[in-house]
Each structure stands twice: as structure tokens, then as C-alpha cells.
Nanobody
Framework: QVQLMESGGGSVQMGGSLRLSCIISGHLSGSSLQGWGRQVPGKRREVIACVNSGGGSELYADSVKGRFTISQDNSKNTLYLQMDNLKPEDTGIYYC???????????????????WGQGTQVTVSS
């Protein structure tokens, strides 16, 4: 049974920073990915950051590249998303994700499947 619990959301002014955390309990057999997705108002849910569970190169959606950083602490079973230079259009619900597979490009392209947490709200004011 895989469970994901996000924390760290909140309200911040434009240009500010937040760090999201996600504790992942249970592990998927075989190759797996970890990532972050979001649902912003008026848009479909999307995966914005991804990394292989065992570490390696990260992949980001163009909308967050250069501003967001995904990282892992496997000793704590915790995934992080550091969000800097936040913009009002980043407002939405952010989800922690784990999925079978080894292709971050595929996960970003499909933006579905796998296990998603309950989400944490991020609000950026102008």
C-alpha cells in the first residue's frame, strides 16, 4: 500500500518561496519515479517535476523550469519541492506522485497514472 502525505503549502507574495515536503510510505516494485503535479484553476492537472526514485536527472515542465527544484532524502522517505520566485499563476493544489516506470518525459507528457497524494494548497498573491 503506497501512501503519500504532502505538507508545506500556504500563502506567499509574488517573488516569495515555499518548500513542499512529501513523506512516501510503501514502495513500488521495479523501476519507479517520484514527482510533483499541480492543478491550477482553469487548467488540467499536470506533472511539473520528476526524478527517478533512485536518483538521477530531474525533469521540469517549462512553466517551472529554473524556479522549482525537486529533491529526495531517501533516508527519510521524503520528497521535496523547493519553489522560488513564485508567481500568481502558480496558485493551485500541489500533489506528490509516485509511479511505476523509468521515463520522466513520459510521466510529464501523460500527467496521469501512478499514485497521487491528497494535495496541499499554494496561493501566490500579487
Amino acid at each position: 500500500q503506497v501512501q503519500l502525505m504532502e505538507s508545506g503549502g500556504g500563502s506567499v507574495q509574488m517573488g516569495g518561496s515555499l518548500r513542499l515536503s512529501c513523506i512516501i510510505s510503501g514502495h513500488l516494485s521495479g523501476s519507479s519515479l517520484q514527482g510533483w503535479g499541480r492543478q491550477v484553476p482553469g487548467k488540467r492537472r499536470e506533472v511539473i517535476a520528476c526524478v527517478n526514485s533512485g536518483g538521477g536527472s530531474e525533469l521540469y515542465a517549462d512553466s517551472v523550469k529554473g524556479r522549482f527544484t525537486i529533491s529526495q532524502d531517501n533516508s527519510k522517505n521524503t520528497l521535496y519541492l523547493q519553489m522560488d520566485n513564485l508567481k500568481p499563476e502558480d496558485t493551485g493544489i500541489y500533489y506528490c506522485i509516485t509511479a511505476r516506470g523509468d521515463s520522466c518525459p513520459a510521466l510529464l507528457r501523460v500527467s496521469s497514472g501512478g499514485y497521487w497524494g491528497q494535495g496541499t494548497q499554494v496561493t501566490v498573491s500579487s
